[in-house]
């Protein structure tokens, strides 16, 4: 009987030696002559479990984790090829485990489940289901749709999706395009990459479906040159689904026309800012255009363009297949629908949480993260990625929308949760902020460019114990200025963590260390 | 926003190699080519270029700009504003570290100490044997099991200072058997 045994190969499972592991399991089946079917399947998301290997029994695939090819005789001996539970890196079912259990998951329903290129595995879990759906709708049909959703954009703005493609829809017919943003600069973050090494098809189903909504016969997947993984798994996923009849000049035999291809960045965080990236795709410097112009009336070569995070068009598949409502059922407020936390930093189980939106800060750090990795107590939590605030124990309370988030200055953004214990010197987080604005800033407005370098500066003063009053009183006025005289968020916001530590921790940043350099 | 080269590593160019079929003014000439018809050319020809030479030579400047109809201080511009595109070779390797936050939270900090002591270099250098050149990065996207670091396309997760140590001895054996492999 043939024995089918699952390990991820996603960035981080392959980090951790998931690799060796799938060798040592191999190996151990030839010696045995058991016969295996090696399915090299996406991460479930729970990182901390990493490499976690699955082995299908009749009673559903039960899990093993955090295997290391060191594991592996033992397991096999403890029955591993069975299921056999006799193990202490035994997890019992994979559904049951309530860190996954617990999750709602729509749009990461298939990661770590199937084999992310294969076909068969995509449709056999509604894949393409959407796309079918909206090959029967107009335009306006499906951007109706993605409206009932109240689908807002993930990659940090919250923008109401479907207003964004009535606005390129609404432009006269003519070249238009469809943009996806896989810049993922954000540190904590790395849904993006999950939807691009472990569910590739569900992007471009989800950038199709905009392409009809909008009129636009060309997409283009702006991919991080970090994600060396996801580009090859990626590129692979387009190339099977052309041969399917999935891209193309005839989507699926209805005469519709989408084409995608990946086109990789250069390591320019700013470029992940929508203007700038349209830039980069042109072929020029990344440098931020003003607004207006909006890139949905003149984007790309100067023609009408959707932009959109990963996430936001990966969601569009569940939402076209189960209807608008259904995603709206989730969520409160204006914050509808789930929202793909990331767990990350100093945190005892990181990993991809969603949820619907509401869910209170403490719960996902505590509930689902389990503390911290180090055991000592929790000190901040920096959500939004760099240029979120650092949030102390008051704030953790408060409910994850994006409402309840803007009302105390918080930034929900990519969904990205970076844990600190109480070992971290805030002092050094907030010279690391401005630190990172004068390495990332394109160089286009002087708040940002100088008054970053400036920032580094009065931070080091203060720590080195210098003219204190007069310093706070300098860095906090000129985070004011770059908050007012920025033009794009990179410097209106680089002060949002500086402010952060100013007001919550503020003895860090003034507590004299003797000069010392940091 | 500024753009690291590797000072060290200038003048380390090494002359191609007899057997190379073509040489580098022509494999530029011929990326360029198969590339500039495609609307907004540049970046994947500069990767093209990069990926093949392992940086972009000054000679390629005036080469592209000819290609897509763009001035020599465009195209150099360009290049300088992507941290990703190096003017100088890097050494045998390039280890990248993870400076960004989440990996701070779990000792990024001092894994970045640690390698530069380590390999006897600062970012943006190669170390005296021309093994390593290091490389400061932000994020790579393995925010959950850091400190991270990326050797070629490898993302390894959790690196304690041992496990970098171990990880660059294992890497410096594997070059030295290969290289010992190839030569008669
Ligand atoms: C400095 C800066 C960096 C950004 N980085 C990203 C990014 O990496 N990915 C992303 O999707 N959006 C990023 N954004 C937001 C984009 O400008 C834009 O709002 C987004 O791509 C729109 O897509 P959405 O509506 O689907 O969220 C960034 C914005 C700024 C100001
Ligand atoms: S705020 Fe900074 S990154 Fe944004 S446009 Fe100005 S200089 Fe460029
Ligand atoms: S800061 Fe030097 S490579 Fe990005
Ligand atoms: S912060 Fe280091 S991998 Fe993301």
Redesign the interface.
Known sequence: MTVTVYVPRD??A???GADPVAARIEQAATERGVELKLVRNGSRGL??L?PLVEVATPAGRVAYGPVTPEDVPALVEAGLFEGGQEHELALGLTEDIPYLKNQQRLTFSRIGITDPLSLDDYTGLRGFEGLKKALTLDGQGIIDEVKASGLRGRGGAAFPTAIKWQTVHDEPPGQKYIVCNAD???????A??LVMECDPYMLIEGMTIAGLAVGATQGYIYLR??????QKIFNEALRRAYAAGYLGENILGSGRHFDLEV????????CGEETSLLD???????MVRAKPPLPAIQGL?GRPTVVNNVLSLAAVPFILDQGGQTYADYGQGRSLGTLAL??????KR??LVELAFGTTLRTLMETFGGGT??GRPLKAV?VGG?LGAYLPESQWDSPIDYEAFAAFGGVVGHG?V????DS?DMG??AR?AME?C??????KCTPC?IGSVRGVEVIDRLRAGEDRDANLELLSELCETMVDGSLCAMGGMTPFPVQSVLKHFPDDLTRSRGGAPC | ??KHNNPSAEGLSTPPPDDQPQSQPEQIQQAVDSLKDQ??????I??AIQDRLGYIPDAAVPIIAEG?RRTRAEVH??IS?????RTHPAGRRVIQVCR???????GA?ALEAHAKTSLGVDYHQTSADNEFTLEP??????????P?I?VG??????VTPARFDALVEELTTSVVSLRGGMKP
């Open positions: 960035t981080t392959l980090s951790l990182f901390w990493e993922e600069g954000d540190s904590g973050t790395f993006d990459r040159s970090e994600y060396p993984l996801a086109r990789l960045g250069a390591g320019a965080y700013i980069s795709l042109e072929g020029k410097r990344g070569f990331q767990l990350a930093g100093n945190v990181g990993g990795l180090s920096q760099p990205g970076v844990m600190f214990d971290v050094e987080q690391f990172f004068t390495v990332e800033s394109c160089g460019r | 926003m500024y609307p907004g050319a540049m970046l994947p500069l990767h897509l511009g360009i504003f992507y941290h990703h595109f960004a936050e989440a990996c701070q939270a779990v900090r990065v932000y994020c790579l996207g393995n925010c959950a099991c850091g991270s990326r396309d490898d993302v390894h997760g959790r």
